[in-house]
């Protein structure tokens, strides 16, 4: 973690320092890291092993629909927001929204 960019130490800190669900999107391949309150979300299928993975293999079900939108924020340094917008995840055997 000393070798990490600042900016990275201070988002992971961030998002380590909150209880709900959080996820950090990392350099140009959007590495995926998330705080425990994501894990739980995410169920065994998928925590810990995509942890630290690329977007595309961590999460391929969503990654397409918010690709764009994660490096539009990395280039324009812009926020994005949905509300009540549903994601799909590969849990317990099945793809749910």
Not at 20 to 49: M, Q, R
């Amino acid at each position: 973690m000393a070798q990490w960019p600042d900016g990275l130490r201070t988002a992971i800190d961030t998002m380590l320092s909150t209880r709900h669900p959080a996820t950090v999107v990392w350099g140009e391949e959007l590495i995926f890291l998330y705080n425990d309150g994501c894990a739980a979300l995410l169920g065994a299928e998928k925590h810990p092993s995509i942890l630290g993975l690329p977007g595309s293999q961590a999460w391929p079900e969503a990654h397409g629909l918010v690709e764009e939108e994660i490096r539009h924020v990395l280039r324009q340094g812009e926020p994005v927001w949905q509300e009540n917008r549903q994601i799909p995840i590969r849990r317990h055997g099945t793809v749910e929204d």
